[in-house]
């Protein structure tokens, strides 16, 4: 069937005000998260009621429309699922990688995985560490805001000895080149020394934002290379009591605890 839609058939799914925005009923059903459920609409594999829908802001009425991903009937997630899992080394944070490398989601059972959870943000291949996963769009759209992006913890054993002017500058932000190109300024991160040895030195390191292998590129970007990274915390939640590969259900007043941390962030912004 062709993406393209007609005039008749883009009215079909707007529904007014009343209805929910097409995005929006997949990540809450645990599709993907709403930005990438906004790719997958863009790709043009959901339809509504049988036809191909391409444009964002379609909005759907869950009770009558029928809605599939690639032909496959998607139904809300009646039960929502927060964990917090100790991803290793080796593992990517993706529901699905098209190299057939070991994903997150092969850590959590079966039965988990039926409730269509996925990553909140991710981690690099080679970075261990505290995520999160869960089927809550609203949940993992707060926490992975661009602008109000929950504290996040970081260990880093990084090569050499970095003087008091590097770790200043990664306190007020550096320059880092991205994949485009162009230069982003990082914004300024907490930092200090944890340890020294002749394998490098151990840093603490809290950042407020979320780029690309931010960490990696900040410390290179200062002369002192990540051998080793770990993400031992986000928020007030930490990776106590779970070893490498585990995983366990965050509590209602961690979930809440971690919302209202965000909406507080949000209001001073």
Do not use: C
């Not at 390191?205 to 979320?210: A, D, M, Q, V």
């Not at 990274?229 to 585990?246: D, E």
């Amino acid at each position: 069937m062709s993406s393209e839609q007609s005039p008749d058939q883009k009215h079909e799914f707007e529904q007014g005000p009343e209805g929910v925005r097409l995005a929006r009923f997949l990540a809450h059903a645990g599709v993907a998260s709403r930005r990438h459920s906004e790719e997958i609409i863009h790709a043009g594999r959901v339809q509504v009621n049988g036809q191909t829908v391409t444009t964002q802001g379609v909005r759907i009425d869950p009770e009558r429309d029928q809605i599939s991903v690639d032909g496959k009937r998607i139904q809300p997630a009646k039960r929502k699922v927060y964990i917090l899992i100790n991803k290793p080394a080796g593992y990517v944070s993706t529901a699905y990688d098209p190299q057939q490398r070991p994903t997150v989601l092969s850590l959590v059972p079966p039965k988990i995985r039926q409730l269509r959870v996925y990553p909140v943000g991710r981690l690099d291949i080679d970075t261990s560490g505290l995520l999160l996963l869960t089927n809550d769009g609203d949940f993992a759209l707060q926490l992975t805001h661009p602008r109000y992006s929950t504290q996040k913890h970081y260990e880093a054993l990084v090569q050499g000895h970095p003087d008091a002017a590097a770790l200043d500058a990664l306190r007020h932000g550096v320059p880092i080149h991205e994949d485009d190109g162009g230069i982003y300024r990082t914004s300024p991160a907490e930092v200090r020394v944890l340890r020294q040895s002749e394998n490098g030195t151990s840093l603490m390191l809290t950042l407020h934002e979320g780029h690309k292998r931010q960490v990696r590129r900040m410390l290179r970007a200062v002369g002192h290379p990540v051998r080793q990274l770990i993400r031992v915390g986000v928020g007030n939640l930490t990776l106590r009591n779970v070893a490498p590969g585990k995983w366990r259900n965050l509590t209602e007043a961690e979930v809440q605890q971690l919302m209202k941390e965000h909406t507080k962030d949000k209001d001073k912004n």
